[in-house]
């Protein structure tokens, strides 16, 4: 599989990867080199997790009131 990944270099220097087709799939490096094993390893982790979300059923939407001070 193939993803399109977008790469940004933050205020600290680090390199950051966010893959814009799986959600929350994003990592951070100091190199663009440790930054391409890192965001591999988060697609792997972000497919398994979405192939488990794909098996479960959905139940619903509820709405939560909480009160602040």
């Known amino acids: ?3 399109d990944v977008v790469i940004r ?3 600290d ?3 950051v990867a966010t893959v814009p087709d799986l959600a929350g799939c994003h990592t951070q490096a100091r190199s ?3 930054l ?4 591999k390893e988060a697609i792997l982790l972000c497919l398994d997790v ?3 979300d ?3 059923r959905f139940v619903g939407v509820q709405i939560v009131e909480v009160e602040t001070c």
């Open 32 to 34: 663009l080199d440790e």
């Open 50 to 52: 979405k192939e488990r």
């Open 9 to 11: 270099k933050d205020e």
């Open 1 to 3: 599989m193939k993803f």
């Open 13 to 15: 220097g680090y390199y």
């Open 54 to 56: 794909e098996m479960s």
């Open 36 to 39: 391409m094993i890192r965001i």
